[in-house]
C-alpha cells in the first residue's frame, strides 16, 4: 500500500493540518515554535463532536492525515473512520492503550510512540517508587517535615532491598530495564508475560498468580489490554502476601483498585508505589491518609530531557510520516 | 598485648557487666532476653558523670571491660580513661567518629561496628534519595495527597538519572555499592577519597572541588573526621553547579548545613536528599517547606532485618570480645 504524500511537497506553500487530540504537556510551546509548519486542529480545547468540530474550523475531514495524542483521549475506531486519508497516529505516551489498534491495521495507519525515550526514566522511577516504599522514604520526609520533639518516630521499620524475589509482570523494555538495575541490588528477577523469552534467564511463570506466590515485590510494566485488565485481583495480592509490595509504573487499571486499597488498609500487603491509577487523575481517596503507599501522578517520565526530546521529535513529524511511507512502499 | 579474658570463663555464675551509652534502638528487647547474661549499666538514662553513675550502681570502673554504643553519645578519650580495664567497644553504627579513636590505639582499646550489615541498606537508600530528588517522588507524593482538581501540576521537571556524572566522595564499602547500583541506572561514576583506590577503574580526583566541577550529583558516604568537616562548602556546591544534586548518607557536619540551605534556597543547586543532618535529630527549618530536598531522620539503615541481625550480633557479645582477645595474643 502506498500513502501519497505529496501533499507535503509544498509545504512551505501550505501548512500541513494536524489534528491534536490531548495536548502534550509541551504543545503550548510546540505549537508557537511550529505555527509555520502545520495547522493546528486543537479538538482538545472544544467539547464538539469531531465532525461538527472539523467543520467550526472550515477543515475537510478528508485532508486531515495526521493525529498527535496522548492517553488521555482515547482514539477508537469511529475516530479512525471518520477520516478516511488519516496515515499516521503519534502519540506522545509509551503505552498505545488509547488507541484502537486493530482498526489501525486495518486501515493501515501507522502509529509512532514519541514516549519511548522515556523508557529508563520509567524503569528509574520503578526502583525509586520501591526503595521509597521499603525504605519509607517520603513517609519519612512528611515526617521530619512535621517534627516535634515531643513525638516520637513512630513509622514501622523499614525492608531491606537486598534479596528482595522481584517478580516482572511485562518483561518489555521497561520491565528489561527495571530488572536489570535491580540486578545490582542482589534481587532475584522472575517474571511474568504473554509467552517465555528467549535468551532471558530469569525464571518465567506463565500463571501470575504462580508468580505472585513466589514473590516478594510484583512491578508491573506490562500495556493495558483486554487479557490485563484488573489482573492484579485481590487473589493475586492476597498470594503475594503481608510482605509483599506492588509498583506500578504501567496503567492504573491492571491493578483492580478496590481490592488494592482494601489490602492496603488491611495490611494484607505491605505497601505500593504507584505512578499510575484507574481513573487519573482521580486518587482513590483512602489511600491519601496511608504511610504505606506513594503516590505520583503519572509523572514518571516528564523530565526536562522527556521535553527536549519529545519537541525535537515532534518538530520532525514531516520526516516521520515520509519514513513511514517509505516503509509502506 | 594480651587482654585476660578469665573473667567470661564463669559468666554463668557472675554476670558480665555491660556499659551502654546511648541505647541501641533495639535495646529494650536485647537488655529483657539477655538480662541472665549482663549487668547492664545503663549510662544513656542517668545525667550522672560517668564514675558517680558506677558509684550509684555499685559497681567498681575497673570492673568494666566492654562498652555499647551508638552514635548520639561521644566516647571520649575521657571516657576511655576512667575505664582501666576497658577492651572493647561495642557501636550499633556503620560510622566510628564518636569514639576516640586514636585513644583506642593506644589503650589496646578494640572497636567493633555492629552496623556494617547494613551498608547495602545505606546504599539503597542513598540511590533512592536521588531518585527521588531527581524524579521528585516525595514532592509528587505531596501533591496528590492535597490535590484538588482546579489546582494544575506545578512542580518543576525531573531531570533523568541515565548519563548522569557522580561523584562518590569516601569509596569505602557503602560508596562502593552506591556505584556498583548507578552503574545499572547508566551513570558514569567518579570518585574522591584520601587515596586513589587500586583495581578501581572509576576516575580518581584527589580534590573534591574538581571532583564537584566534574560530576552532577555528589553521593557523601565518608566519616566524619577533621578533615572531612565541612568539606561540602558553598565553594564546592558552586563548582557543582545549579543543575547539581547532593545526597548524604555519612554524616551532617560533612556539609556546611547552613551554606547548603542557602544554596537550596537560592536555587544554586538543584536539590539534596539527606539521611542525616548536623545537629540531629534537629533539622533546619528553612528546608521544611522546600520542594528540592528530600528529608530523612537518619533513618537508612532501620530495617526490621537490621533490627533482628543487630539483635542476633549483640546476643554474641561474648564471642565477640574472645574473637577480639585471641586476635591480641
Redesign the interface.
Known sequence: MAVADEHYQDDNKELQPLLVFGPPLIFEVFESRNSHKYLFLKAFSIQLPLLEFLTTQNVDPSSIRTILCNQLQPITANVIRLLPSLALIVTTTIGNDHIDLPECNRRGVQVVNVGSQST??VA??A???L??V??R??A??????K?V?SKP?N????????GKRVGIVGLGRIGGEVA??L????CRIMYHSRHKKPFVSYTFYSNILELASNSDVLVLCCSLTDETRHMINREVMLALGKEGVIVNVGRGALIDENALVQCLMKGEIRGAGLDVFENE?E?PKEL?TLDNV????H??A??????TDTFSFLSNIKDIFQQECSKLR
Open positions: 529508563e526514566d528509574d522511577m526502583v525509586g517508587l526503595i521509597d521499603l525504605y522514604i517520603s519519612a520526609d512528611r515526617y521530619v517535615r517534627w520533639p518516630w513509622l514501622p521499620p523499614g525492608s531491606k532491598l537486598g536489570k538495575r540486578e545490582a541490588f542482589n487523575p486518587v491519601i506513594v503516590l505520583s501522578p509523572a514518571a516528564l523530565t526536562s530531557d522527556y521535553f
